[in-house]
């Protein structure tokens, strides 16, 4: 649509709106996406900023955050339609999302998930790849537990299937016998 507004046609010779846009975007841009952006001329003329701003999440508390994925069809197509060998739009999106987290707080996470778990599983590889891709393309980008910033060590990522008790392992040294 935005490429729409900017083409003139044989209906109208001008573009819709004014001489400067500010492009604005919540997470990476597909590189498909940016070339049609880039082959746009009378876009690119009058582009005053492009920006990726990494926020594609919803902090909800101080330390909590979800992400808006309100759609019921995306549980099933998570676990009960798996894809036989290959990434599924599901996964590459919570992927995408959780990328734009840890790079949102400066975290590069050790992954730990539970490796009898598909979803799981999949997830993790999926979002090593992309994180690595992030890191490659952003050589100004830091994270807590590197060489320069040692105030504190890096992040764990644990991810958790449904059928997973989520608070066990965060507390499994607190038993009495442990004590």
Request: glycine residues 2%; aromatic residues 12%.
């Amino acid at each position: 649509r935005l490429i729409q507004d900017w083409t003139p046609s044989k209906k109208r010779k001008e573009p819709l709106y004014a001489d400067s846009v500010f492009l604005f975007f919540t997470s990476a841009v597909p590189d498909e996406l940016f070339r049609k952006i880039k082959s746009c001329k009378p876009l690119v003329k009058r582009l005053s900023a492009f920006c990726e701003i990494n926020i594609d999440f919803i902090p909800s508390q101080a330390r909590a955050f979800h992400f808006s994925m309100n759609n019921p069809r995306y549980f099933a197509e998570l676990y009960r339609n798996p894809v036989a060998e290959g990434e599924s739009p599901v996964e590459l999106m919570i992927a995408d999302k959780l990328v734009t987290v840890c790079a949102s707080l400066n975290e590069y996470p050790h992954i730990r998930y539970r490796a009898s778990s598909r979803v799981s599983k999949s997830l993790a590889r999926i979002f090593s790849r992309k994180f690595t891709e992030f890191i490659g393309k952003n050589s100004s980008w830091w994270y807590h537990g590197d060489a320069e910033h040692s105030d504190r060590g890096r992040g764990t990522l644990m991810i958790l299937s449904r059928s997973d008790d989520c608070l066990s392992p965060l507390l499994h040294e607190f038993t009495y016998q442990a004590m």
